[in-house]
């Protein structure tokens, strides 16, 4: 017989950096779920990134188990990634702080696809240039047609 979900969590975690520290330990203290058992289970899964944001979603159960699903570093962080930047503008309509290319943007959204609520990379690149823009990131250069 399957388990009954009892709820979800979602959380942002630096890869292999997860402790019992805020803001691990409260969200999952006060849910009943073993901290240390998920810190050093999140950690073994995400060695590999190292220092990178990762967002995982964390499903607990009735009898207190758990299972979490890691997923790829948010736009945001990708962007700034990109160009270098630490971070957008505060004024984004009117100070730009940075250019990246379209190339640039296709890799990040080819990346972050399994993630995004569409199918194909071009609207991915779309969501993408829309991210920078709301950051104050200007795309160079023209959308590239699939023509």
């Known amino acids: 017989m399957a388990k009954e979900i009892a709820g979800l969590i979602k959380l942002q975690i630096k890869g292999g950096a997860a402790n019992p520290s805020p803001p691990v330990g409260p969200a999952l203290g006060s849910k009943g779920i073993n901290i240390m058992e998920f810190c050093k289970q999140y950690n073994a899964r995400t060695q ?31 962007l700034l990634e990109a ?3 630490k971070s957008g503008s505060a004024e984004p309509n009117r100070k730009k702080v940075a250019e990246i290319t379209w190339e ?10 399994v993630d995004l609520n569409c199918f194909e990379v071009a609207p991915a690149m779309k969501m993408v240039a829309g991210t920078a823009r709301s950051m104050g990131i200007t795309v160079k250069g023209a959308f590239p047609s699939n023509n």
């Open 48 to 78: 590999d990134k190292a220092g990178k944001i990762l967002p995982v979603v964390i499903t607990y159960y009735t009898d207190k188990s758990f299972d979490f699903v890691v997923k790829t570093p948010p736009v945001a962080i990708q």
């Open 83 to 85: 160009s270098k930047q």
């Open 104 to 113: 640039q943007v296709k890799t990040i959204a080819e990346d972050k696809l």
